[in-house]
């Protein structure tokens, strides 16, 4: 595998000559106070980390019904937010065309619920301050289905050593590298991060998710967050799943006695069918979501359960096609569950 030596100074000057040029912008992560957050770049790339040691959102949801021609993107994001743009990609919600999308090693996140402020943007740093405190991990991080930079149009790839490496995989990514002072050279060395988690199928029963989801509000956060819930027109946006008013009084009036907020744990359900091929287990709904319910594990253990029946694994590469997607008539002839 042939790929370019770096460090932050040789991909910031990099990244500037690509801003050089007109409606040209950079996507990625940069200093903002005592935090790291998302950032664009639209002049001059200074404060830009690589390494976002906090998690408050997934960046892809800022790019949905991104269909501009005239604008070009280059994108520095984990390997989880570049999965959930590869799946809008998959989805019809975003034009791939003129964006740039490229993979950092991740090595897991906090909380910015919880965060301490001035943590490290440095990958060793990082791993290393998980390691001490790994309570203050996040679940979706601790049990990560994949941390390697390896997607999208190129990667970058930390090895041993803490030196940092980018790799091309597509044309768009070559014509990146192609910005870089260096050589393209044959990597022999050894990463960090070395392969893919292998994840235990998920169980759990009907009581333990009711007792989990009995603290919901329905204030649907973990809806408008999730980076792969994209419909403009949601369902549990009409009175026919949660009415209103006259509505609702007349829809207990026929239904009987209900516990309230009405129709949470369906609406959770539904939510779960319809990502569930999609999702990229990154935890974004367990973020947002202001009763601390542990979400993910449901979302995130429920959706590779199945994708695992199907030998496809969400945004891991754009040609590959979603499976409810395809219709195969033997396709399930063999599977054990």
């Known amino acids: 595998m042939q790929g370019k030596k770096i460090d932050k100074e040789k991909l910031r000057v990099a990244l500037n000559r690509f ?10 992560y940069g200093k903002n106070g005592i935090f790291i957050t998302h950032k664009i770049y639209t ?7 690589l390494f976002n040691p906090y998690f408050g959102i997934n960046g892809a949801t800022f790019f949905y019904r991104v269909f501009s021609k005239d604008i070009k993107v280059v994108m520095l994001l984990r390997p989880c937010e570049i999965r959930a743009m590869i799946e809008l990609v998959k989805l019809n919600q975003i034009e791939p065309e003129t964006i740039t999308m ?6 897991g996140t906090v909380s910015l619920k919880k965060a301490k402020a001035d943590l490290p943007d440095d990958f060793l ?12 991990l996040r679940w979706a991080c601790k049990f990560c289905r994949e941390k390697r930079g390896v997607f999208g149009d190129a990667g970058i790839r930390v090895q041993e050593d803490g030196g940092m490496w980018i790799f091309p995989y597509t044309d768009k990514g070559s014509d990146f590298l192609n910005l870089i002072d260096e050589e393209l050279v044959e990597y022999t060395g050894k990463f960090v991060i070395l392969e893919s988690m292998k994840t235990e199928p998920f169980v759990t029963d009907m009581d333990t998710f009711h007792k989990d989801f009995s603290k919901c509000i329905l204030c649907k956060n973990c809806r408008d967050m999730c980076p792969v819930c994209y419909c403009v027109d949601c369902l549990f946006n009409g009175d026919e799943y949660l009415p209103k008013g006259d509505a609702f009084i007349n829809k207990m009036l026929r239904t009987g006695t209900e516990n309230l907020p009405y129709g949470k744990e369906i609406f959770h359900m539904i939510r779960m069918y319809h990502v569930s091929q999609t999702c990229v287990g990154c935890g974004a709904c367990e973020e947002a979501c202001p009763q601390d319910i542990p979400i993910t594990k449901y979302f995130k253990g429920i959706s590779e359960r199945l994708q695992n029946l199907f030998s496809y694994m969400s945004g891991r590469d754009v040609k590959e096609t979603i499976p409810y997607l395809t219709f195969k008539e033997d396709e399930l002839k063999d599977t054990e569950d």
């Open 19 to 28: 801003v050089e040029k007109q409606n040209q912008i950079v996507y990625g």
């Open 102 to 107: 490229i993979s950092t090693d991740c090595p």
């Open 43 to 49: 002049d001059h790339v200074e404060d830009l980390s």
């Open 125 to 136: 740093e990082i791993q290393k301050a998980a390691e001490k405190d790994d309570g203050g």
